[in-house]
Each structure stands twice: as structure tokens, then as C-alpha cells.
């Protein structure tokens, strides 16, 4: 190293050395000097919107401003926002950002997906920046969150902002160890983490200091500030000091005094920059609502993801148990795109996992519990439709507001029982959310019962799920508060649980059947719960809180609270749901008749076939049922009945009614592809190199059975039989004799022993199949395991203190003096471990994609198998061979979920998964065309074949004969 270069470094060092003892250069003193001046000088007038001021370039004042320029935001700040491409403030962002930078608490609402997260991170970086904070400053900000999902896309986007900035942000969710965590957590300024384990630090990690904090952030607010979290968060702020600047914000933001009072706001700034708005929902959010009896929903969920192959879809079920079942019988089903699940009882390293596939995905299903219905800003996401309805409106707003995002369009649907029909539809209209009835096509409605009978009958554990989840799903509609929505009493559950491929109606203990219909016991709140948690094998809802009255704790370690606050509630409202419940009967049985005619008008896709009676009618031709091949056409072409424009209501019924008739009778006369899910085919397929479908035979010959100059032409049978051939051919009956050189075939005489030949090396064919099919599967599991082990390195190593980083790149010596920590940490440094990230994102993306390929290719061959099913074990972390794509060599990157690019996950996965796909796969076609024939077909396919003038060549199709 050159003497100037030693210089360098060690001037480098001492400038990192006087940062960390608060001591800046002198321009960075000379910048922060003059941001406090015009902050305290251009601060908007309290109680203003800034968003209405007039731009002045003369005055001091930086309300009005619309651009991340205009704004009185340090150079680092700024060079941040610009590389992350942010350059003109959201209306939000212009209301609440100059209060914010100013140091006032802020209340902010905003319709989902209007950029709230930047309009707190600014502001903590900023004041932490001004403030000089360092490392030896300890914690200076923290941001709560609901859900460890949004803590770690918040935590993303604080390593944007703060790309250029000397300050540590870490994050800190369950699911990790927590004696790990301990050691870092006094190098934090920034932590982003959610309630249950923050309080578990302030608990029992010693040296945990909060007494310093400057800002404190409530993301989603008005779900934190609820009974789920109530205990939690009420803990966490006595531990915080009382002067401190608080933010809440969300979509649906409480105005509750007694909230406000518990977080001892000082004179909020409330900004709601939507609420004069006509709808709380985006604009370009179209929104429909859809009448279904309980035992359609099933057949709906499945023709709705049949005919949007191309789209990314969130489905949201109430409880996790619903939606495992509904994950894993889908998934066995393949409907042609790849699915995902995510609900609170899966490990977190899956959860992230999925959380980044479905990021990444163009193309993809999530099915999931409340757990992504807040704040998860996943991109693109085309539909949301809603299994189940919500419990409130505030839950129905940021369900959908996962698509509609920043200034994109999204469509989103609603899927009602006619008894949750009118409840739902007043609860929603208060709300001022815009719904348009929707009905199904019955021409592209698909039933798919008979297939889940079919799928439960062989497989037990599947069974357990789709009982576990029938009770799951009573209990939530049991559970919940509004009683002008839901009636237990009112759910049809012995064809509920046909729709779902049961034979009979699991014991649920918490409802009785009383005279043919089930009512709801007179039980008192805790004895409900008692006996429905037993009958679930004390496998409680709790997780998927939504569904249960909203107090749940979506797996975020505050199930203590949940759980007490479930119990609170059934202990006042028990009794009341009881009540409620018969009191409504009278009112339910009436109105019920005149629901299912509107739910049967509705949904005349099963209920067509099944008649408009309110009776389950499985469909009998297991074989109509959805199968791989089947078509999943055009998007929307299930929503939009034809000729009508299903968001503007307009064809009087019957018009409607008759045209679906003609359509269904047309349609009905199509002769569907099927393949036999299960069949053994019975014949090898072969491809020739342009992907062709060969015959045995003809491959056979192409690959030179007999061949001249081929093994078996070489040995003396061979060479006899072409002699033979070349001396009498004719007499053999094969005729096709030729000189060696020619490229014809020479084959033993008799058409006997040519079989038994063919048929010899075609087994052989098979063993050596089956042994390369095996030896793929070892190496698959071998490469499984040593992801497994690499994930668990890599979460050892991250749970070595949450994920760590140090923001800011220019603090190149602070980097390179924290390398050794942070790879031992599992955390990473700086701009380096982004970007490593992003090219572990790219990798394990491609990995996806090839696994998608597999499944999609090869709907019941082995490749798809490999790539779709191990793609799901995994986390969904690609398919096929592209699985391979976790094990990179930075942990930290493996525990994301993320693969690197020169890892396994970008040459492998797609060729891997595509070709295990298609060469494992029996497409329908050629297996039939092989599968038709007749062995004296065969035979006389192979005369002909062998009669040629001109030989056959791989890749010469059966016309060029
Ligand atoms: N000023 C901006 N310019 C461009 N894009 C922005 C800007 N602010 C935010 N975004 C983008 O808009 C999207 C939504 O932002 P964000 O997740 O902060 O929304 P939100 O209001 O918090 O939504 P939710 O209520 O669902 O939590 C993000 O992809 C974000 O990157």
C-alpha cells in the first residue's frame, strides 16, 4: 500500500472516528446549521395542510413543496431518495412530510398504497442526522409495526433512504433467537420490529436503553393501537421517554381519544389528505362483490384462478387452517400457475421466502390469512379477491388495498354468502366503499369437489385439513362480533363440507343441530372457546386474528394478548353471539329463502346444474372436474358474463339468463382435454429435437435400432438379417432391405422377435429412467439439505441480532472496520450487502421461474412434481433443479430468501425445471396418438417406417415419410 494511499485510509478511519464521537466534517456542520434554521423559520403555520400552500421560491417556507428537492432534507437524504428514484412527493407525503420535519407528532392518513412510508422514514433519518447521532447515542427511533412482513419491507426501504447516512438500523421480529438479538441491540439508532418481540427485549435484555429515543412511528396504527396489541404496546410505551416525537399512520387511522391519550400525543397534526375523497379505496381500484353459497366457494375460487392464469392474485381466507387446505388441495389439483400460501403458522424463514417470491412474480396465486392485508406493498398485483368476507370495513380497505398501488390499476372482488349479503353490503356502503354486483359465467365455472373428494379419499392428511379447516372457518363466522354480518346459524355446513370433499361433517362442538337446522348453543363465551380450542387439539385460530373478532395476533408474538383479549371478548360477547344469533333466527329463516334465490340467480355457474335449490349438488362426472389440461383461457371471462359489462349493471335478467343458456349449451358440446391425473399412461413418449412427439418405434428406428453400423446391426444377427433382407426380403414380409451407408433399417425377419426386442430395450429404457430419476431425486434432496443447512447457518447468523446494517456507504472506513461483525452477524454493511441482495433476488427469481416452468410443462410428470411440489416445501424458493438457489455463500442473503446470481439459481433453474418438466410430462397428445394403437398398428406404423425410400431422422416429422 502507497504511503498515500495509507494516508487515505487513515484519514478515512479518523473521519469515521470523529463521527462516531458526533464530531462532523465541516460541511456537514455548516448543512445541518442551516437545515434547523429553515426548518424553524419555514415550519407551516400548526394546524395547516401544507399540501394547500402556494409554492414561493422567495419565501423561507417549504410548504407547498412537491419535489423531495424542495424540501429542507440533507444532501445524503436526498442523494438516497434520488438513486432510489424518488423525486416527486405523494399528496400525503406533500401534507405531512414539512409537519413531520419539523419534530411534530403527526397523524396521518391516506388510502393504501399513497407512499406513507417514506412520509415517517424521512423524518427519522433526517432528525437523527441533525441530531449527530452516532453509534454511542444508542436507540434513537423505533417503528412498530403489525406484521414482520411490513417490518422487513419498512426496514428495505429505510436502507434506501438512509443509503448515504452513518446511522445502524436493525430489525427485530420473532422467530429469531433472541439471546442473539441481545448482544446488537445497544448499537441501534433505527429499529424496525414488531410489538410482541420489542417488549420481549425491553423485558429480559439487559442494556436495552430506550431512554434516549427521539421519534416513535406506528405503522398501520389503528391495528397496533387495537385490542390484540392493546397490553403490548401500553408496556412498551412506559418504557419509552415522554418527550419524543410519535407518528401514526395508516389507511384507516384512529381518531380515538383514548387511543391518541395512551400514546400522549402532543397537539397531533392530524392529516387525512383522502377523506374528502369519494371513495377510502383507490381510484383505479374496481371494485365487485359476489353472491355464493358457502358450498360454491370452493368451485368459485378454483374457476376464478382457472380462468386468470396470467394475473397475480391474493386470495384472503379467514383462518390459517382454510387457508393450508385450500393451498394444498389447489396446489395438487395444479390449476397452471403457481401458487403460495401465507399465514402466521409458518416458520419465518418460509414466510419471507414467500413474501419476496410473490414480490418478484408476474404470474402467481397467494393464498392468505389477514397477515398481507396490511401494508404489504407487493408490486403488480392484478386481483385481490376476498374468500371470505371481512370482519370490518377497515379490514375489507387494506385487503384490497394490495393492489391499486402508488398509480397503478387493480381489480378486486368480494365473495359474500346471501346471509352475509345485506350486513356486509350496509357495513361496506358506510364506509363509502363503491361495489358493483359481479356474476359468475356459468359456462367458465368449474366444479371442483368431486376432484377434492377424489384427492381425500387417498389422502388422510389432506382430510385432516380440509376438517380442520370446515371448523376453523364456523368458528371464525362464530367468533365474530358484528352479528349483522355474520350468522352462524345461518351456514349451510353438511354441504359445506361435501363442497370440500368430505364425506361428513367434522363434530363441532360449539353448534348443535337442533330440528334440522344448526343454531348456536346458549354457551357462555369461554366454554365456546374451551370446547372448540379441544376439538381443534388446542390448535387455536388465534393466529389468524382477523377472522376471530380482529384481536388476533397474526403470529407476532403478542398471542398472550390475543388470546386475553379473545377471551375478553367472548366473555362479554359470548352470551351476546348467542343472543344475537337466536334472535336472529326468525329474521334469518325468512330472509334466507329469498337469499339463496338471489345467491342461485347469482351464482348459476354449480347452482345451474345444481338447480336453485339451497341443497349441495356435487356433480357427479368426477372427470368434468378441473383438470391440468383444462382451459384457463381468458382472463375475466368468468367475471364478465357476456355482452355485459358487470360494472355497470344494465341487461334485465332474463335477457342475461338466456344468453347464458345459449353459451352454456354451446360451450357444453366442446369435448374437453383431459389427462388422467394418476393414470399411468402406459407408453414412453419420446421428443425429437424440435419437440415432436415420436412413437416408440419410429425412435426406435431414429436412434438406430438395427441400424446399419448400430450395435445391433454389428453383431452377427444383425448382419444376418440384413443379408437375409438383402437376399429375400420380401419373403420375410419386411421388404426393406438396403445396403449399410444407406441410412434404411435392417431388422430381424420375423416381426415377433423385432417386438420383443423393441420391447427389451424399452424396458431397458425404463430401468435406466427410473435409476436417473432417482439419482435426480437423491441429488435434489442432497442439494435440500445443504440449503436447509445453509438457511440455518444463515439464521443463526441473522438471529445474531435480527438483521443488521449500517446505512450509509460513504462511511466506507465504518464499513470495512464493521465487515468482520457483519459477517459474522449475518448482518451486512452498506450499500455492498444491497446490492448483493438485489442479484440474490434476480437468482432466486429465475429460480421460481424454472420451477414454474416444471410444474407448468409437465402437469403429471416428475419434473413438475420436483419443480412445483419442492418449490412449495421450500418456502416456494423456485423449482426444479433452480431450488438449488438458496445456498449462497453470504448467510444473510440465504436467510432473506434470496439467492445469489452465481448460485445454482440462475443456469439451472429454468432449463432444469423446464426440461425435468417436459421430459417427465406425458402430454396428452402424443401420449394418446402412442397410447391408441394397436400392436398390429404399431407394427404396420413400423413397416411403413421401415419401407421408407428415405430414411428417418430426428426431427422429420411422420408427414415427410
Ligand atoms: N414519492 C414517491 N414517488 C414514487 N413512488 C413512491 C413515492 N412514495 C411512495 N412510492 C411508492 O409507492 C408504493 C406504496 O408506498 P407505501 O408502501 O409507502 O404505501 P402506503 O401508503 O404505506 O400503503 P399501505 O396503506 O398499504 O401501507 C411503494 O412502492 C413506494 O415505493
Redesign the pocket.
Known amino acids: 500500500m502507497s504511503s498515500e494511499q495509507k494516508k487515505r485510509k487513515k484519514g478515512g478511519q479518523n473521519t469515521h472516528l470523529q463521527k462516531r464521537q458526533g464530531r462532523r466534517s465541516f460541511k456537514e456542520d455548516q448543512e445541518i446549521a442551516q437545515l434547523e434554521q429553515v426548518l424553524r423559520d419555514g415550519a407551516p403555520a400548526r394546524g395547516s395542510d401544507p399540501s394547500a400552500a402556494a409554492r414561493d421560491a422567495a419565501s423561507t417556507s417549504y410548504a407547498g413543496a412537491r419535489t423531495?428537492d424542495e424540501l429542507p432534507l440533507s444532501q445524503y437524504t436526498k442523494d438516497g431518495?434520488k438513486k432510489?428514484?424518488?423525486?416527486?412527493?405523494?399528496a400525503?407525503?406533500r401534507s405531512a412530510l414539512p409537519h413531520a420535519l419539523a419534530g411534530r407528532d403527526v397523524l396521518g392518513a391516506?388510502?393504501?398504497?399513497?407512499?406513507?412510508?417514506?412520509?415517517f422514514l424521512i423524518p427519522i433519518v433526517e432528525k437523527l442526522y441533525r441530531l449527530k447521532w452516532t453509534a454511542l447515542d444508542g436507540l434513537g427511533a423505533l417503528v412498530l409495526t403489525p406484521t414482520r412482513e411490513?417490518a422487513v419491507?419498512i426496514f428495505e426501504?429505510l436502507k434506501k433512504v438512509g443509503a448515504f447516512h452513518d446511522l445502524s438500523a436493525g430489525l427485530l421480529i420473532g422467530g429469531k433467537n433472541v439471546a442473539d438479538e441481545a448482544s446488537r441491540l445497544t448499537r441501534m439508532n433505527i429499529l424496525v420490529c414488531t410489538p410482541g418481540r420489542l417488549l420481549q427485549h425491553m423485558d429480559e435484555t439487559p442494556g436495552f436503553d430506550t431512554s434516549s429515543l427521539q421519534v416513535l412511528v406506528l405503522?398501520?396504527a389503528d391495528r397496533i393501537l387495537d385490542m390484540g396489541f392493546a397490553a403490548t404496546l401500553d408496556a412498551i410505551v412506559a418504557n419509552l421517554p415522554q418527550e419524543r416525537q410519535t407518528m401514526l399512520?395508516?389507511?384507516t387511522q384512529t381518531k380515538s381519544v383514548r387511543d391518541l391519550a395512551r400514546l400522549s400525543l402532543t397537539d397531533p397534526e392530524y392529516l387525512a389528505v383522502h377523506a374528502e375523497a369519494a371513495a377510502p379505496t383507490p381510484l383505479k381500484l374496481q371494485q365487485g362483490y359476489m353472491v355464493t353459497e358457502l358450498w360454491q366457494k370452493m368451485d368459485v375460487m378454483w374457476s376464478f384462478i382457472k380462468t386468470h392464469l396470467k394475473a397475480k392474485t391474493i386470495i384472503f381466507l379467514s383462518t390459517c387452517k382454510q387457508v393450508r387446505f385450500v393451498f394444498e388441495a389447489f396446489r395438487k389439483l395444479r390449476p397452471g400457475v403457481p401458487l403460495r400460501c401465507l399465514h402466521g403458522g409458518m416458520k419465518q424463514g418460509k414466510r419471507t421466502g414467500v413474501f419476496y417470491e410473490f414480490c418478484e412474480a408476474q404470474a402467481m396465486v397467494l393464498i392468505a390469512t389477514d397477515i398481507a392485508a396490511?401494508?404489504?406493498?407487493f408490486?403488480t398485483v392484478d386481483w385481490v379477491l376476498q374468500g371470505d368476507c371481512p370482519e370490518d370495513a377497515a379490514t375489507y380497505i387494506?385487503r384490497v388495498?394490495?393492489t391499486a398501488?402508488?398509480?397503478a390499476a387493480g381489480h378486486a372482488l368480494l365473495m359474500l354468502l346471501p346471509s352475509e349479503r345485506e350486513g356486509a353490503l350496509k357495513m361496506l356502503s358506510e364506509a363509502k366503499v363503491p361495489l358493483t354486483q359481479i356474476r359468475p359465467n356459468p359456462a367458465k365455472q368449474q366444479a371442483v369437489s368431486p376432484a377434492l373428494q377424489a384427492l381425500l379419499s387417498k389422502d388422510q392428511e389432506l382430510k385432516d385439513f380440509a376438517q380442520k379447516s370446515l371448523v376453523a372457518y364456523c368458528r371464525s363466522v362464530f367468533l365474530q362480533p358484528r352479528k349483522d354480518v355474520f350468522d352462524v346459524a345461518a351456514l349451510p355446513v353438511e354441504e359445506f363440507a361435501a363442497s370440500l370433499g368430505l364425506a361428513s361433517v367434522p363434530k363441532l362442538r360449539f353448534m348443535r343441530k337442533v330440528k334440522g337446522k344448526q343454531q348456536v348453543l346458549e354457551l357462555g363465551g369461554k366454554e365456546a372457546l374451551a370446547e372448540s380450542d379441544g376439538e381443534e387439539g388446542g390448535e387455536g385460530g388465534s393466529e389468524d386474528g382477523g377472522a376471530a373478532g380482529g384481536s388476533g395476533s397474526e403470529g407476532e408474538g403478542a398471542q398472550g394478548d390475543a388470546r386475553a383479549a379473545k377471551k375478553r371478548r367472548l366473555d362479554g360477547g359470548g352470551k351476546d353471539a348467542a343472543a344475537a344469533a337466536g334472535s336472529q333466527k326468525g329474521a334469518a329463516a325468512a330472509a334466507k329463502s329469498k337469499e339463496k334465490a338471489e345467491a342461485a340467480a347469482g351464482g348459476k355457474g354449480a347452482a345451474g346444474k345444481g338447480g336453485a335449490s339451497n341443497k349441495r349438488k356435487v356433480p357427479e362426472a368426477a372427470g368434468k372436474v378441473p383438470e391440468a389440461g383444462d382451459a384457463g383461457d381468458d382472463d375475466d371471462d368468468f367475471l364478465v358474463v357476456k355482452k355485459r359489462d358487470v360494472f355497470a349493471e344494465g341487461l334485465p335478467e332474463e335477457v342475461v339468463e338466456a344468453e347464458e343458456a345459449a353459451d352454456g349449451g354451446k360451450k357444453k358440446k366442446k369435448k374437453k382435454q383431459k389427462i388422467k391425473v394418476g393414470m399411468a399412461s402406459g407408453q414412453r413418449v419420446m421428443f425429437d429435437e424440435q419437440g415432436n412427439a415420436l412413437d416408440p418405434l419410429a425412435q426406435l428406428a431414429a436412434e438406430g435400432f438395427g441400424e446399419p453400423g448400430s450395435e445391433e446391426a454389428s453383431d452377427g444377427e444383425g448382419a444376418a438379417a440384413w443379408a437375409a433382407a438383402q437376399a429375400g426380403a420380401g419373403a420375410a414380409g419386411v421388404g426393406a432391405g438396403s445396403r449399410p451407408g444407406d441410412g434404411l433399417y435392417v431388422v430381424s425377419a420375423r416381426p415377433e422377435d423385432r417386438f420383443k426386442k423393441a420391447a427389451e430395450l424399452m424396458r431397458q429404457r425404463d430401468r435406466e429412467d427410473r435409476r436417473q430419476l432417482k439419482e435426480l431425486k437423491r441429488e435434489m434432496k442432497l442439494e435440500r439439505k445443504d440449503r436447509l443447512r445453509a438457511a440455518a447457518a444463515a439464521e443463526a447468523g441473522e438471529e445474531g441480532g435480527g438483521r443488521v446494517v449500517t446505512l450509509g456507504s460513504r462511511g466506507g472506513a465504518a464499513a470495512r472496520e464493521d465487515d468482520d461483525d457483519d459477517e459474522e452477524d449475518g448482518g451486512y454493511g452498506g450499500s455492498e450487502g444491497s446490492g448483493s441482495e438485489e442479484e440474490g433476488r434476480q437468482g432466486r427469481g429465475r429460480g421460481a421461474r424454472g420451477g414454474e416452468d416444471g410444474s407448468d410443462e409437465g402437469p403429471s410428470g416428475s419434473g413438475s412434481e420436483d419443480g412445483g411440489d419442492s418449490s412449495d416445501d421450500d418456502g416456494g424458493r423456485g423449482g426444479g433443479r433452480g431450488r438449488g438457489a438458496g445456498a449462497g455463500p453470504r448467510p444473510e442473503v440465504g436467510h432473506m430468501g434470496m439467492a445469489r446470481k452465481d448460485a445454482a439459481g440462475v443456469g439451472a433453474p429454468a432449463g432444469a425445471g423446464a426440461g425435468a418438466g417436459a421430459g417427465g410430462a406425458v402430454p396428452k397428445k402424443a401420449g394418446k396418438g402412442a397410447a391408441g394403437l394397436s400392436l398390429a398398428e404399431q407394427e404396420a406404423m413400423a413397416l411403413q417406417l421401415l419401407g421408407s425410400r428415405r430414411p428417418w431422422r430426428p426431427g422429420a416429422r411422420r408427414s415427410d415419410l
Open positions: 423531495f431518495l432510489a428514484k424518488y423525486f416527486t412527493l405523494t400525503i407525503q391516506a388510502k393504501t398504497g399513497s407512499g406513507k412510508t417514506l412520509t411490513l419491507q426501504e405503522d398501520e399512520f395508516s389507511a396490511r401494508g404489504l406493498d408490486p387494506h388495498g394490495r398501488r402508488y398509480m
